[in-house]
T-cell receptor, first 109, second 117 residues
Framework: AQRVTQPEKLLSVFKGAPVELKCNYS??????LFWYVQYSRQRLQLLLR??SRESIKGFTADLNKGETSFHLKKPFAQEEDSAMYYC???????????FGPGTRLSVLP | SAVISQKPSRDICQRGTSLTIQCQVD?????MFWYRQQPGQSLTLIAT?????????ESGFVIDKFPISRPNLTFSTLTVSNMSPEDSSIYLC??????????????FGEGSWLTVV
């Protein structure tokens, strides 16, 4: 069955420190992976998707099919990065998105 | 992305009653979905809202409890019927297939936070 895991429920780092939010998935098909972010009192919004190979707000994520991972990284965390981050796996266009349990990132001053 | 509006944004409901949540998108979209996010948990897909036909429900969700309508390409409703405290949750409308959007990305409304007392 398709599954997305995020091992850390809460991750705290100091401002300026590197941050890595882990995401692993299980899916027998060709995966499409996404990171969604939810800032306090705001809607869930797309942060980045692996097919775009983009960097958004300094965040990057590389799909590693060998390790079935899609970890989210940022070299220097900012306080405004504090939010809930969800890793998601798409089963294909028009199909279900499987969401991980989420990791709450807290960037301390 | 599109502007996805949900109403109500928040409500407190009596046990046994039903509430309909509306989702309006400012542009035509191919797919509309309804998710649930229970307190402290991740998102779970309830159903895919199909235009002009019955919604497609995920395992564990049934039409009698969560009737869904989608009369056109920009609007959908989700009704939570005969509510119990276990239905207290955030209900999220999401869309896919925006004009000009490449790849299958879903976008979310702000959510409707229901508390059943």
């Amino acid at each position: 069955a398709q599954r997305v895991t995020q091992p850390e429920k809460l991750l705290s780092v100091f401002k300026g420190a590197p941050v890595e939010l882990k995401c692993n998935y299980s899916y027998s098909g060709s995966p499409e992976l996404f990171w969604y972010v939810q800032y306090s009192r705001q809607r869930l919004q797309l942060l980045l998707r692996h097919i775009s190979r983009e960097s958004i707000k300094g965040f990057t994520a590389d799909l590693n099919k060998g390790e079935t991972s899609f970890h989210l990284k940022k070299p220097f965390a900012q306080e405004e990065d504090s939010a809930m981050y969800y890793c998601a796996l798409s089963l294909g266009y028009g199909q279900n998105f499987v969401f991980g349990p989420g990791t709450r990132l807290s960037v301390l001053p | 992305s599109a502007v996805i509006s949900q109403k109500p944004s928040r409500d407190i409901c009596q046990r046994g009653t039903s509430l309909t949540i509306q989702c309006q998108v400012d542009s035509q979209v191919t797919m509309m979905f309804w998710y649930r996010q229970q307190p402290g948990q991740s998102l779970t897909l309830i159903a895919t809202a199909n235009q002009g036909s019955e919604a497609t429900y995920e395992s564990g969700f049934v039409i009698d409890k969560f009737p869904i309508s989608r009369p056109n390409l920009t609007f959908s409703t989700l009704t939570v019927s005969n509510m119990s405290p276990e239905d207290s949750s955030i209900y999220l409308c999401s869309v896919e297939g925006l004009l000009g959007d490449s790849g299958n990305t879903i976008y979310f409304g702000e959510g409707s936070w229901l508390t059943v007392v």
